[in-house]
């Protein structure tokens, strides 16, 4: 999910907290890493506040069930945080999924976000790079969707095996260090989807969003 510019320098002043942090994931050759962390925020009632750049907060139709929240150290070069709800059928099979991510580059680590290739739309007066895929295969080992399906399926739920999604993203300034990502999911036969399916499906990932500005 994360496409990076090179020729951003990172600052050389890394905060103290991240340098104990980082510390604490130096591990034996052999251990497995330790990349979780405390989650920094807490829906209520389907409400996400964030206060990150411009964007107060984010409210999913309460048609959708709060499923959990995770953060974690992405590939070793970005601090992630996922939130997901979901609209499953009686047999907790996933129909809708909306997959919001807090992510920053670690001080440690040089690039920014690059979204320059996806199509930009505005959303409730928020400017998103809007990127669709269809998922055929099971996620990448490590990838954060992997992690997201994960979470979804330690709540008892069933990933479609067949789904499209668009990923919007909000860069909240002008370093592009900082990204919200909002995945809204749905499942479907595999298969490419035309210009139009497309459109629909943006038009009803916006639909179950209320994204507030800001005072």
Do not use: K
Not at 3 to 26: D, E, Y
Not at 88 to 99: F, G, N, T
Not at 133 to 156: H, I, K, M, N
Not at 164 to 185: G, H, K
């Amino acid at each position: 999910m994360r496409q990076l510019r090179s020729g951003i320098v990172a600052s050389l002043l890394v905060p103290w907290c991240w340098t104990a942090l980082l510390a604490q994931l130096q591990l034996p050759h052999d251990a497995e890493p330790i990349d979780t962390l405390p989650i920094r925020y807490r829906p209520v009632a389907n409400l996400l506040e964030l206060r990150v750049g411009a964007l107060h907060s984010i409210e999913v139709a309460p048609a959708f069930a709060y499923v959990g929240g995770q953060r974690f150290i992405l590939g070793g070069s970005a601090d992630a945080e996922q939130h997901l709800f979901a609209v499953a059928d009686s047999s907790r099979a996933v129909q809708r999924l909306y997959w919001i991510q807090i992510e920053e580059r670690l001080p440690t680590q040089a690039g920014s976000y690059d979204y320059s290739a996806d199509s930009a739309v505005s959303i409730q007066g928020f400017s998103l790079a809007a990127n669709f895929r269809t998922y055929t295969t099971p996620p990448a080992a490590g990838s954060d969707r992997a992690r997201a399906f994960a979470l979804v399926a330690g709540q008892r739920y069933q990933m479609p095996e067949g789904a499209t999604r668009v990923r919007l993203v909000y860069l909240p300034d002008a370093t592009a260090r900082r990204e919200i990502m909002i995945v809204y999911l749905e499942a479907t036969p595999a298969g490419p989807a035309d210009v139009g399916s497309r459109a629909a499906q943006l038009s009803r990932a916006g639909q179950g969003l209320i994204l507030r500005a800001r005072p």
